[in-house]
């Protein structure tokens, strides 16, 4: 249950940031921060996350991000924007990827072993945001 929700808490802020791109024609990250305990997540209009746009998001107790290749970037895959540990919405409300989508990934548990886990995935072109 505690999944569920932080994955419906993760996709709230992605879709909040891509309308807040297009409705201040201007480009809006969602930061993801592992090294946090809890981890957590921001939305902000500056590239580099030093302005805090709502409030810092918590995963629940016991929720991790992970990265499933094992590597030690976590969250949205590589793209064109330089913060591998962002998604960037454009003005447009684009994704800003190379990819024709990208995903968080998030665990009960701190890494990709256990069994419980979803997967966020954000469209590039519509910024449709799924759950799996």
């Not at 807040?20 to 024609?25: D, Q, T």
């Amino acid at each position: 249950m505690k999944l569920d929700t932080t994955a419906r808490s993760i996709s709230s802020a992605l879709r909040t940031a891509r309308g807040y791109a297009i409705s201040n024609n201007t480009e809006y990250y969602v930061f993801f921060d592992p090294a946090t305990t809890p981890n957590t997540y921001f939305i902000s209009d500056q590239e580099d996350g030093s302005v805090v746009e709502e409030k810092i998001y918590k995963l629940a107790t016991g929720v991790w991000f992970y990265d499933p290749d094992g590597a030690d970037a976590i969250g949205f895959t590589k793209g064109t924007h330089v913060n591998a540990k962002a998604a960037c919405f454009k003005s447009t409300g684009e994704l800003n990827e190379t990819a024709s989508s990208t995903s968080v990934y998030i665990a009960d548990g701190n890494d990709a072993t256990t069994q419980y886990k979803k997967t966020i995935t954000v469209e590039r072109t519509t910024g449709r945001v799924k759950i799996d």
